[in-house]
């Protein structure tokens, strides 16, 4: 089992660009979350997906937006790129009952 | 709503002393508490959790964590540091009441340094 694994591992972006993360969930799991954690900062929760649905969101703007495939994968999206938006940014998967989440290694994004 | 606070932004101990890394945290309802270790440019690892039952919950690598409902605590314990402990500590809390969030809150992280 590969556990969750994301992609690609480093990116680097100028600010107004728009940029994709990847992430695969560990095997049998249904429900992806993705966190953004800027240096120094525990994970902050952007939304979480299920049946290819948003189920929750967190006080994240508009210009972060996903997606989840039928194969449980599932992308991130960010538009019109911040220096803010610099970040390590997790993707967790899960079972929907269950809370217990595991985490990918994380995609660090770098916005110049 | 839910928080959750890691009062030191880093703890030293040295190898084989126990250590503690502390986690206070504030819901409406009952809590699921969580402790996840980070090491460098890797994602959480899962450590433990408290659901119900017990107030010692015991997890891997020989971590356990005492919830005090009374003082609202979590905090994270072991009996012998080991230098391969040295990592970026998180502390996670779930409101289960009505109306709480399906999603955890991180604290801000307790680095751990664990000196030979």
């Known amino acids: 089992d590969a556990g969750v694994t994301q992609s690609p591992t480093h990116l680097i972006k100028t600010r107004g660009q728009q940029v994709t993360l990847r992430c695969s969930p560990k095997?049998?799991?249904?429900?992806v979350s993705w966190y953004q954690q800027a240096l120094g900062q525990g994970p902050q929760f952007i939304f979480q997906?299920?049946?290819?649905?948003?189920?929750q969101r967190g006080n994240f703007p508009d210009r972060f937006s996903g997606h989840q495939f039928p194969n449980y994968s599932s992308e991130l999206n960010v538009n019109a790129l911040l220096l803010g938006d610099s970040a390590l940014y997790l993707c967790?998967?899960?079972?929907?009952?269950?809370?217990?989440?595991?985490f990918g290694p994380g995609t660090r994004l770098t916005v110049l | 709503a839910q928080s959750v606070a890691q009062p030191e932004d880093q703890v030293n101990v040295a190898e084989g002393n126990p250590l503690t890394v502390k986690c206070t945290y504030s819901?409406?309802?009952?809590?699921?508490l969580f402790w996840y270790v980070q090491y460098p440019n890797r994602g959480l690892q899962f450590l433990l959790k408290?659901?119900?039952?017990?107030?010692l919950v015991k997890g891997s690598y020989g971590f356990e964590a005492e919830f005090n409902k009374s003082q609202t605590s979590f905090h994270l314990k072991k009996p012998s540091a080991l230098v391969s402990d040295s990592a970026l500590y998180f502390c996670?809390?779930?409101?289960?009441?009505?109306?709480?969030?399906?999603?955890?809150?991180f604290g801000r992280g307790t680095s751990l340094i664990v000196h030979p």
């Open positions: 408290y659901i119900t039952g017990d107030n």
């Open positions: 996670a809390v779930r409101d289960t009441s009505s109306g709480g969030s399906y999603i955890p809150t």
């Open positions: 997906y299920y049946e290819e649905e948003e189920r």
């Open positions: 819901v409406s309802g009952n809590p699921y």
């Open positions: 095997s049998g799991h249904d429900t």
């Open positions: 967790a998967s899960s079972l929907a009952t269950v809370d217990e989440q595991f």
